[in-house]
């Protein structure tokens, strides 16, 4: 979902959604049920499994998938479903990071460039325009190359690279709010500027950024994915999402499992987090 279809969802009838939130939505519990699953994977990875994550287990190189390793092992005979339970802890930290960076720093650029207007937002949304301009994996990359690899490093990179996306919305919420008539009844009633900003403005215009996060959040594990794949992110042996589906790439004649089920496990968790953020910004089931 692009920003530009996100701010249509937003603007459908409120009376429907609320309607829906009492009907039966197997895509939206299944999705819940997928990302619960994925954070206790994150948090608490002993109790999925009992294998180690870097330790291969001596004679159990590249077996497919059967009833002692459900998912297989790969070609140091580590378990697979292992390395994918721990590397949810990497992704999804990861993936917080970014986000929360972005969220922060966009929130803070546009509603200062909202609420200020004049120069102050042409300045602001201009450096926003040059920043969108720019492919974010390319912007990423551009920040890895600064900053270094690594965990962090990449997470530091997805985060710069989505502040432009958080501060477009974040100022056209503004802008909206800004606008109405309560705001103007306030500034009648004599409310300061810091007053009406932060007993109406921000309350009424962050319901949306904060939903936004959630779709963020889904395009933040898709992004650091594609930096481990490419070797700018976790450093083995640490397991990450797209560093398996790295190492897995050159053994797909012998081992299709080594790339498939890590790959159907970042599918899952994208498309979960994309249906959430659905919901919250009042789409349809």
Do not use: C, K
């Amino acid at each position: 979902m692009s920003l530009v279809d996100y701010a249509t969802a937003r603007q459908r009838d409120a009376t429907p959604r609320t309607q829906r939130s009492w009907q039966i939505q197997p895509g939206l519990w299944l999705a819940w049920a997928v990302m619960l699953l994925a954070l206790l994977a994150a948090f608490a990875p002993g109790l999925l499994t009992h294998y180690s994550p870097t330790q291969g287990i001596p004679g159990a190189q590249r077996l497919a998938p059967q009833a002692a390793y459900w998912l297989g092992t790969d070609q140091l005979g580590r378990d697979l479903f292992t390395r994918i339970v721990y590397g949810a802890s990497q992704s999804l930290s990861a993936a917080f990071a970014a986000v929360a960076m972005g969220l922060i720093g966009g929130t803070t650029l546009g509603v200062l460039a909202g609420a200020v207007g004049g120069r102050t937002e042409n300045t602001l949304m201009r450096l926003v325009d040059v920043l969108l301009s720019i492919p974010s994996l390319l912007l990423s990359l551009s920040v890895l190359i600064l900053l270094g690899f690594g965990t962090v490093h990449a997470a530091l990179a997805v985060g710069i690279a989505s502040i432009a996306s958080f501060a477009r919305l974040a100022r056209g919420e503004v802008v909206r709010v800004r606008r109405s008539e309560y705001v103007e009844a306030a500034y009648g009633s004599g409310g300061s500027f810091w007053q009406v900003l932060w007993r109406h403005i921000l309350p009424n215009s962050l319901t949306a950024v904060i939903a936004f996060a959630a779709l963020q959040f889904g395009q933040a594990i898709l992004a650091l994915s594609t930096l481990s794949f490419l070797g700018y992110g976790t450093p083995p042996p640490t397991p990450e999402w797209g560093l398996l589906i790295a190492e897995g790439r050159n053994y797909l004649a012998t081992a299709w499992w080594l790339t498939t089920f890590p790959g159907i496990v970042v599918v899952a968790v994208v498309l979960a987090a994309n249906r959430i953020s659905q919901q919250f910004a009042g789409g349809d089931a």
